[in-house]
């Protein structure tokens, strides 16, 4: 499998996340989870970041430092819709923060991968208090959430098929992918299946996305490898990367054949002083892999 890996930016992040690609700004933005977030309103809240890299320039900016986020999609007129502690709110381009739906769930310590469907809903899944309280959410457009499931530790990367009528789901804590019937108007997922379990030696599938062709690229966390797998559930390719703590990846550039990765911290990959001591744990890379991807969609959660 031909590829290239460029690293873009390495902002030592703890747990780099979400890389999210927006075609008209021909921009990347990705978020920083802090390590040891309580997720408890009464608690002191560690702050999270939220990064933009312009790809023209090679330019970023830190566009946001605030109470923590477990991940984000863009809303229909550009507003950033930001899954945090303990609710959901609007990051306007002014960088105007506003607090739109309150969250509180007794098993979970906070939200982790969403994704936003062709409707303008959000699947919202979390990370629980134990091995089997997290689950996922479905956001409606009006705000309303409704839980769908639990029984894993830590809900993490989401993707639909190509035509739409798939959806996959990733159950970090067991090292499993499910696959589901979507049904776009209702947003119900029924017909839940294992479609692929993860080998000891990969690691642990974390983030993903599907090409054009119905592919699954999966971010695989302590193996340092980009597992491609075909709709049927097996390897037909993988991407070694120069780190372990591999956490997710989105297609994106001019020709939509980009994977965007984002990356976290090994312990011990810093000096006393927070500094860098020269690895690449934390970065944000750019692979050019032999597939191509397509946009996101726009949440539209009180956009009115």
Same mark, same amino acid.
């Given at each position: 499998?031909?590829?290239?890996?460029?690293? %873009?930016?390495?902002?030592?992040?703890?747990?780099?996340?979400?890389?999210?690609?927006?075609?008209?700004?021909?921009?990347?933005?990705?978020?920083?989870?802090?390590?040891?977030?309580?997720? #408890?309103?009464?608690?002191? /809240?560690? =702050?999270?970041? *939220?990064?933009?890299?312009?790809?023209?320039?090679?330019?970023?900016?830190?566009?946001?430092?605030?109470?923590? /986020?477990?991940?984000?999609? &863009?809303?229909?007129?550009?507003?950033?819709?930001?899954?945090?502690?303990?609710?959901?709110? &609007?990051?306007?381009?002014?960088?105007?923060?506003?607090?739109?739906?309150?969250? +509180?769930?007794?098993?979970?310590?906070?939200?982790?991968?969403? /994704?936003?469907?062709?409707?303008?809903?959000?699947?919202?899944?979390?990370?629980?208090?134990?091995?089997?309280?997290?689950?996922?959410? =479905?956001?409606?457009?009006?705000?309303?959430? !409704?839980?769908?499931?639990?029984?894993?530790?830590?809900?993490?990367?989401?993707?639909?098929?190509?035509?739409?009528?798939?959806?996959?789901?990733?159950?970090?804590?067991?090292?499993?992918?499910?696959?589901?019937?979507?049904?776009?108007?209702?947003? !119900? %997922?029924?017909? &839940?299946?294992?479609?692929?379990?993860?080998?000891?030696?990969?690691?642990?599938? $974390?983030?993903?996305?599907?090409?054009?062709?119905?592919?699954?690229?999966?971010? +695989?966390?302590?193996?340092?490898? *980009?597992?491609?797998?075909?709709?049927?559930?097996? !390897?037909?390719? #993988?991407?070694?990367?120069?780190? =372990? #703590?591999?956490?997710?990846?989105?297609?994106?550039?001019?020709?939509? $054949?980009?994977?965007?990765?984002?990356?976290?911290?090994?312990?011990?990959?810093?000096?006393? $002083?927070?500094?860098?001591?020269?690895?690449?744990?934390?970065?944000?890379?750019?692979?050019?892999?032999?597939?191509?991807? =397509?946009?996101?969609?726009?949440?539209?959660?009180?956009?009115?």
């Amino acid at each position: 499998m031909t590829h290239t890996i460029t690293l %873009l930016v390495n902002e030592m992040c703890q747990t780099g996340e979400n890389p999210y690609f927006v075609g008209e700004e021909n921009a990347v933005y990705w978020i920083d989870i802090p390590p040891g977030t309580l997720f #408890r309103p009464d608690l002191d /809240i560690p =702050r999270g970041k *939220l990064f933009r890299l312009d790809l023209e320039s090679g330019r970023h900016t830190l566009i946001y430092h605030d109470v923590a /986020i477990g991940g984000f999609t &863009r809303q229909e007129n550009g507003d950033l819709l930001l899954f945090r502690v303990h609710d959901i709110a &609007r990051l306007a381009p002014n960088g105007r923060v506003e607090s739109l739906v309150p969250f +509180h769930d007794q098993g979970a310590k906070r939200f982790n991968d969403v /994704i936003a469907d062709p409707q303008g809903r959000v699947f919202a899944g979390t990370i629980g208090q134990n091995n089997q309280s997290s689950g996922l959410y =479905r956001v409606e457009r009006d705000g309303t959430m !409704e839980l769908l499931f639990r029984g894993t530790g830590v809900s993490n990367g989401m993707g639909f098929s190509p035509d739409l009528s798939q959806f996959y789901w990733t159950d970090y804590t067991n090292s499993r992918i499910f696959r589901f019937n979507y049904e776009r108007e209702s947003g !119900e %997922l029924s017909n &839940r299946e294992l479609w692929y379990q993860a080998a000891p030696e990969n690691g642990q599938p $974390d983030g993903l996305t599907v090409d054009t062709q119905g592919r699954i690229w999966s971010a +695989h966390l302590g193996a340092g490898v *980009l597992m491609c797998l075909s709709p049927e559930g097996r !390897e037909v390719g #993988r991407v070694s990367m120069p780190v =372990r #703590r591999l956490t997710s990846c989105t297609f994106g550039g001019r020709e939509m $054949d980009t994977l965007f990765v984002t990356t976290g911290r090994q312990k011990g990959s810093s000096t006393p $002083d927070g500094k860098s001591d020269g690895s690449q744990d934390g970065a944000l890379f750019a692979v050019r892999v032999e597939a191509r991807g =397509r946009a996101e969609f726009a949440s539209r959660i009180l956009s009115g």
